[in-house]
């Protein structure tokens, strides 16, 4: 993977968050077929009685299940940022919770008789690839930072959100409706006088080598999460940590990687960055080259670059809050009509 420059600004990740007509990383959204994606790594505890935990009309969901749903969506980083303590029953209840999601949805797909040929998993990797400019090496590799095992169990994974992508089109994207009026309230809202806001960041870059293993992946987030406490105690400066730690260029700059706006970072390290006071160090951030700790030092209004794709950026954001929304709605409307039991865990 690119391990030189400023590692920001390389665009997607391998998949974005819940969004139509894409897949998505474990973890950041339900998934929708009974098949699982290989988790990152271990399985249920020796000993421990596989029992039913839930079920969705004749399909049982055993807690063996729940756990490896758990540690698929749980990946190198969020591993590290959680490791202090808590988050394991919150954790097991949300895979729960995404199971049951899955079979119910799976169920809708059927009703509607829907399919996803090799051919569309083929373009949706082919498109990973040359939205980021990576090699097949790069796409392995960034395959198994988000903790799938190999390229097939991502190709699993990506069939049957691209499955889901079907059904919520029909069910739900059809309900999505955004006015002019909406969009150019937004608009008023964030850029006032036409301007635009942007931050002064920097950051401490820990990226991974290609051909890394789950357990080198492992070791890298965790690191990060200890320069991550030691920037937020003070120990050392976050200069002085940049300086020791970073891996690109911006090291030997204490971390400076300049100023930006929004549309410019991807979008982990965007919503972070945006949402730090100045001078907060943030959690451990994920992007698809690595690990990262943000620092905003300051920000600034500037002139607006160009007014209607700001606007099409707003349409997009607001279309998308519309429609995870809707999906929240419609997996309880599921849950409503259909036959689910679900034990304590």
Known sequence: ????????????????????????????????????????????????????????????ITLSEV???????????????????????????AALDDLVAERLVLAEARKLNLDVPESDVDKHVTGIKEQNGWSE?????????????????????????????????????????????????????RHAGNTDEEVHLWHIALLVPDNASIEQIDVLARKAREIQAAAS????TFEELAKEFGMDGSAQRGGDVGWFTKGKLQAALENTAFALRDNEISPVVQS???????????????????????????????????FARLYVEYVKELKASGRVIVRPL
Do not use: C, W
């Open 67 to 93: 756990r490896e749903r758990a540690k698929s969506a749980r990946n190198a980083v969020a591993e590290a940022v959680t490791s202090s303590g808590g988050g394991q029953g919150d954790s097991l209840k």
């Open 233 to 236: 105690a003070g120990t050392k």
């Open 288 to 322: 698809s080259v690595g690990f990262h700790v943000l620092r905003v030092t300051e920000r600034r209004r500037v002139p607006l670059a160009d007014v209607e794709e700001a606007k099409r950026r707003i349409k997009y954001e607001l279309s998308e809050a519309a």
């Open 1 to 60: 993977m690119r391990s030189a420059g400023i590692v920001l600004a390389l665009g997607v990740l391998l998949a974005p968050g819940l969004s139509r007509g894409q897949a998505v990383a474990p973890g950041t959204a339900p998934a929708t077929s009974a098949a699982k994606a290989t988790p990152a790594a271990g399985t249920s505890p020796v000993g421990d009685f596989d029992r039913v935990v839930a079920s969705v009309g004749t399909e049982a």
């Open 137 to 189: 090496e790069d796409f392995i590799s960034a395959v198994k930072m988000l903790g799938f095992n190999d390229v097939k169990a991502y190709r699993d994974h990506a069939r049957r959100e691209l499955l889901k992508s079907q059904v919520l089109r029909v069910k739900v994207g059809s309900k999505v409706r955004i006015t002019d009026r909406e969009v150019d309230e937004e608009f008023a809202r």
